[in-house]
């Protein structure tokens, strides 16, 4: 059995072609193309078929539509075997988690009790099977995400928890290079002391082009125009919001949305994946067009990604997800997309989740969706299980072998 620290191996040298799509080049447009993948990127996204096909590796895709692979702008992985705790609607986030966080009782007691990495793990497999190749996990890095994780974790970043429960979040600032985003959770609430957040992060000289702000909710008009205006970005957890405060962003009141990404948050408080959080914000009012934005170009933009992330480009790094055509627009099919529509999702140009058997890829059902992915889920089953018992639920959704 794949150990849960094997190294990463090198992306395959050799093309593979993905035939027979229809590629979205953005949220309104896909073409019939066939992909060329090597290296681990992107080689060409072209109308012709390879001239040597018996030559390299295919893979049939006709009536599928070809996707970007999704980035989760904010997650907690380590906390996604949990289930949601909480009575709000609370005035703020600091609430919830003094009413949530009795490590002593159950269920907080026996979910600490799973080990770290397999926790995490459990997180970066809740985010493969929604089509989510990239995440942002608001935590210290961990040395797990170095080995053969199922999906990329952002690994250029500063943050802070928040202006609460920070240590001392000027000098975390400060520490963070130029090149690399701030990430902070401020407005995590309905009161006064959650509105004032923006303003003392900008007396700090913390809020900027590369500072990113998750939730917003407790933001006045004015709070928002000075985000704007300082350039910061805003991460948007819709369901979390709601399970805890009562409420969430009017994102058609906001004004601008050019930096405005979606995070599924943890299980702690969210409905479920990326893909619940994009049929939340739907709900909320925001269109198709700037979900599909949120969930690729634009995370990308606030992230500060380097590689391609959230286009299907010559170039890009090969982070490709297959759903079925429906002759819907791309933002269309992805806001109505659930676990059972993801078929394929590549990661570095390397299957990572596959709807059928797949040497290398160990088989996993969650929610009544039998998948194959590159995890090793027998074994996180059986370290799981001497904890939680056979009854394990991921983000929500009943998990067995």
Request: proline share 5%; hydrophobic share 40%.
């Amino acid at each position: 059995m794949r150990d849960l620290q094997d190294p990463i191996p090198a992306p395959p040298s050799t093309s593979t072609w993905l035939l027979g799509g229809h590629v979205a080049l953005d949220a309104q447009t896909a073409v019939p193309a066939n992909l060329e993948i090597s290296g681990g990127r992107i080689q060409r996204v072209s109308g012709e078929y390879p001239a040597n096909a018996d030559d390299v590796a295919t893979i049939d895709l006709h009536n599928y539509l070809l996707l970007p692979g999704l980035i989760n702008a904010h997650d907690h992985l380590e906390f996604n075997l949990f289930p949601r705790l909480g009575r709000g609607p609370y005035s703020n986030s600091a609430e919830w988690a003094r009413d949530i966080y009795h490590p002593e009782r159950s269920p907080v007691r026996e979910h600490l009790s799973v080990p770290m990495a397999v926790r995490l793990w459990w997180g970066g497999l809740k985010n493969l099977l929604s089509g989510v190749t990239t995440v942002c996990h608001h935590n210290p890095w961990d040395e797990t995400f170095e080995y053969e994780f199922p999906v990329h974790v952002l690994r250029r970043y500063g943050w802070a928890h928040s202006l609460t429960f920070g240590q001392n979040v000027l000098h975390a600032f400060s520490s963070t290079a130029a090149s690399q985003p701030f990430i902070i959770h401020a407005g995590e609430g309905t009161d006064r002391l959650s509105a004032d957040e923006v303003f003392e992060l900008d007396r700090m000289s913390v809020l900027g082009p590369r500072t990113v702000l998750v939730h917003g909710v407790g933001f006045s008009k004015a709070g928002h125009a000075l985000r704007a205006e300082r350039d910061a970005s805003l991460i948007w957890c819709p369901s979390s919001n709601r399970f805890v405060l009562g409420t969430t962003l009017n994102i058609q009141t906001m004004g601008n949305t050019d930096k405005v990404a979606l995070g599924s948050d943890s299980a702690l408080t969210a409905r479920g994946s990326l893909l619940d959080e994009i049929r939340a914000a739907h709900e909320e009012g925001a269109s198709p067009d700037l979900i599909f934005r949120m969930v690729t170009e634009t995370a990308a933009s606030i992230l500060l990604l380097r590689d391609g992330e959230g286009t299907l480009r010559p170039g890009a790094i090969a982070n490709i997800i297959a759903i079925p055509w429906t002759s819907r627009t791309p933002a269309e099919a992805l806001v109505q997309l659930d676990v059972s529509q993801v078929h394929l999702v590549m990661v570095s140009g390397r299957i990572h989740l596959a709807a059928f058997e797949t040497r290398g890829l160990e088989s996993i059902e969650a929610g009544g969706v039998r998948r194959w992915v590159r995890v090793p889920i027998r074994r996180l089953m059986e370290e799981t299980a001497a904890h939680l018992g056979d009854e394990i639920h991921l983000a929500g959704m009943r998990v067995s072998a």
